[in-house]
Structure formats: structure tokens, C-alpha cells
């Protein structure tokens, strides 16, 4: 059976110490490849702008950094990296800044509390079409989300597969929970589930259940 590939994680982290800690987690044996690190916004948008260190999968961005905040960043990493997975890991529960932060285009939002094999695993369900939230934010992300959507653009038409898929969102199963229940394996999962985001403009499952319920898709 072919190996998936390493998970391409770059990190985003001005404090030393959780900067090398969050280095050290991403390891093959978890399926992810050693993480490129940066200090600040504004050397990650340079090394993305050069594409010499290739593209990430998915960013771990923290939210108070020195210079240019994570939150402001967001949009431009999605310009210059189209398919990364945006996780944002801070010490800040507001509504307001986890609001921004999914508005903007994150997929998860992780407190740094979290230990580590909860990060690695979360970077694994991002990479996966999920939307890793740490316990604290999760309760009230759809309902604020639902709040916070733009008034609807033109009516999206879903085929019935899509629709079924968007069904297991709004049901909050898990990708592989999703796979078993299509019959398909995580990899073509995830590639339905980017599809329809794309499809619905969003960046992230809680996104698209927001849409589906305020818009009555299903």
C-alpha cells in the first residue's frame, strides 16, 4: 500500500520556546514532514512569495505577532498558497477575534493550552477538510458564523453527491466518519470537500454549515 505524503506544515510564531516546541511535534511518525518556522508575518509572506521552500499544507498562525497580526495576514496567504489550511493557534477565546479569524478564511482555531499531540492531530483533520476548534470555541462557532455571513450571492447548485457530503458537515462527522459513510477513502474526501467549499466560497467546514443552514441547501 503506497505511503500518503508528509503533511507540509509551516509555523508562524514570534515565542521562541513555542516556536521550537511546535517544530518538534511535527514528525513523520505522526505523517508530518519537519515544519518550517517564522517569527513574524512578514518573513512567511516573503518565503511565500519566492516559492523557493515550496508550499504549505497547512499554517499554524499565531495572533499576536510583532508587526503585521496574524488575522491581517490571512487573506494574503490564501492568494499566494490557494490549498493551505489555515489554523490559528492563540491565547485569545473572544468572540470577536475567532469571528475575524474564520471570516477571514482560518479553517480551525486552536488555544496554545492545547497539548501537543491535540495540535498534531488537529493539523492532520485540517489537512483533511476539517475544522480542528479547541473545546472552549466550539460550542458557538456555527451560531456566530451563521451571524456573520454575507448576504447570499447567487443560489449554489449542488449535485447529489455534494449535497449528501454537505448533509455529514452539517452532521459534524469526522472526515474518516465521512469517508466510511460514502464509501470512498479520506483522500477522495477531502477532495469532495475542498471542492465544495470552493464551490460555496468558504474556507472551512464551519463556514459551510453556517451557509447551508441560513440558506437552507439541504
Keep these: 500500500m503506497n505511503t500518503p505524503p508528509l503533511i507540509q506544515v509551516w509555523v508562524v510564531e514570534d515565542h521562541d520556546t513555542l516556536r521550537r516546541s511546535l517544530q518538534r511535534l511535527c514528525t513523520p511518525e505522526r505523517g508530518l514532514a519537519p515544519a518550517q518556522v517564522f517569527a ?20 499554524l498562525l499565531d495572533v499576536g505577532l510583532p508587526g503585521r497580526s496574524g488575522l491581517e495576514i490571512i487573506q494574503d496567504v490564501h492568494k499566494l498558497a490557494p490549498d ?13 477575534k475567532i469571528g475575524q479569524a474564520i471570516s477571514a478564511g482560518a479553517c480551525g482555531y486552536l488555544l496554545k493550552t492545547s497539548r ?5 492531530a488537529a493539523i492532520v ?29 447567487p443560489p449554489v447548485s449542488l449535485s447529489p453527491r455534494e449535497r449528501d457530503l454537505l448533509a455529514l458537515l452539517v452532521e459534524g ?23 465544495l467549499y470552493f464551490k460555496l466560497g468558504v474556507h472551512s467546514r464551519a463556514a459551510a454549515v453556517a451557509r447551508a443552514l441560513k440558506e437552507r441547501l439541504l
Excluded: Y
Design 40 to 59: 513574524n508575518a512578514e518573513t512567511l509572506l516573503t518565503a511565500l512569495r519566492a516559492g523557493g521552500r515550496g508550499r504549505p499544507d497547512v499554517l
Design 84 to 96: 493551505c489550511r489555515v489554523v490559528i493557534l492563540t491565547v485569545f477565546e473572544d468572540e470577536a
Design 116 to 120: 501537543a499531540e491535540e495540535v498534531a
Design 125 to 153: 483533520e485540517a489537512h483533511q477538510g476539517g475544522s480542528p476548534m479547541s473545546p472552549k470555541v466550539a460550542a458557538s462557532v456555527v451560531k456566530m458564523l451563521a451571524r456573520l455571513t454575507k448576504p447570499a450571492g
Design 173 to 195: 462527522l469526522t472526515a474518516k466518519e465521512i469517508a466510511d459513510r460514502l464509501g470512498v477513502s479520506i483522500h477522495t474526501t477531502s477532495t469532495h470537500t475542498r471542492n
